[in-house]
C-alpha cells in the first residue's frame, strides 16, 4: 500500500460511463484536485453503444483512458467487472493512495469497502438515488444532480433569497484563511448562519438548493464555504 505522506493524494479516478452525464466531467475534476491529482483516469462503458458516444469528446479532453467492456452475455455487466479488476490491480501496484469513484451504482459499495480496509481514502461522486451503502462506504462522497429550482413564495427557500446579503456576509465571516477561503461547516453551522431549523437545512439538501457533501463513517452532512458563497453568489445574479 502506498502511503500518503503530504496533504495531496495521487488519486485514481474510475468512471462508469453508465452511471454519470458527460456534463459533469469539469464538476467531477475540480471535486478530486481538491484532494490532489488525477494520476489514474479511466472510464468504463461499451464505446459500440451510441447512448455513450456524448462522453468521447469531454474524456478525451480531461486524459482518459476509455475501457473498452463489451457485454457478452444479455444481463451481465462487464463493465462494472472490468473497474473493479482495473481498481485491484492500481491498489496491488501502489500507484494511488486515493480512488474517487464516479458511479450511483450501489454494486460498487463492498470495492469502496475493500479499498478503505487498505488504509486508502475513497471519494465518491454520484446522483441523489445513489443507494446509502456506496454512500457511506466512501470517505467522502459529493452528491451531483443539486439544481436550482424555481422558488415558490412565501417558502423557506424564498426566504433564503430574500436574505442574500446578510446570509453572504455571514459566511464571509465564518471563511478560513488557512484553508485557501474554504471551510468544512456542518448542519449546526448552516442552521445558525442562515437563522434557520435544522429541518430547514434538510429542506434545502432535499431540493438541490445547497450542495452537500456526506463523510465518513458516521454519514454526516457537511459543507464547503467556497460552494455555498457560489450559490448565493449565482441566486443574487438573478434579482
Not at 45 to 60: M, P
Not at 151 to 160: A, G, H, K, Q, R
Not at 211 to 237: T, V
Request: with cysteine; glycine share 8%.
Amino acid at each position: 500500500m502506498k502511503t500518503n505522506t503530504n496533504s495531496r493524494y495521487a488519486i485514481a479516478v474510475l468512471i462508469d460511463g453508465d452511471n454519470a452525464s458527460f456534463e459533469k466531467m469539469e464538476d467531477i475534476m475540480g471535486f478530486v484536485s481538491r484532494y490532489g491529482d488525477a494520476v489514474v483516469r479511466r472510464i468504463y462503458g461499451d464505446w459500440t453503444r451510441k447512448s455513450l458516444s456524448a462522453w468521447k469528446e469531454t474524456a478525451r479532453e480531461h486524459g482518459f483512458r476509455f475501457v473498452q467492456a463489451s457485454s457478452h452475455t444479455l444481463g451481465k455487466n462487464t463493465k462494472d467487472i472490468a473497474l473493479v479488476i482495473d481498481a485491484m490491480d492500481i491498489l496491488r501496484d501502489g500507484r494511488a493512495d486515493c480512488f474517487c469513484l464516479v458511479a450511483s451504482d450501489g454494486d460498487y459499495s463492498l470495492l469502496a469497502q475493500r479499498l478503505r480496509e487498505a488504509g486508502l481514502k475513497v471519494l465518491g461522486y454520484g446522483e441523489g438515488k445513489t443507494p446509502v451503502s456506496l454512500v457511506r462506504s466512501c470517505s467522502v462522497f459529493l452528491y451531483a444532480d443539486w439544481k436550482e429550482n424555481k422558488v415558490i413564495e412565501n417558502t423557506p427557500e424564498f426566504f433564503l433569497e430574500k436574505a442574500l446579503e446578510s446570509f453572504d456576509n455571514a459566511f464571509k465571516q465564518a471563511t478560513d484563511d488557512s484553508m485557501n477561503g474554504d471551510k468544512l461547516l456542518g448542519n449546526y453551522d448552516i442552521a445558525r448562519l442562515l437563522n434557520v431549523s435544522l429541518r430547514t437545512v434538510a429542506r434545502y439538501r432535499e431540493k438541490g438548493l445547497i450542495r452537500y457533501y456526506q463523510a465518513d463513517e458516521n454519514g454526516k452532512n457537511f459543507y464547503r464555504s467556497s460552494d455555498i458563497q457560489d450559490f448565493l453568489q449565482k441566486r443574487g445574479k438573478k434579482n
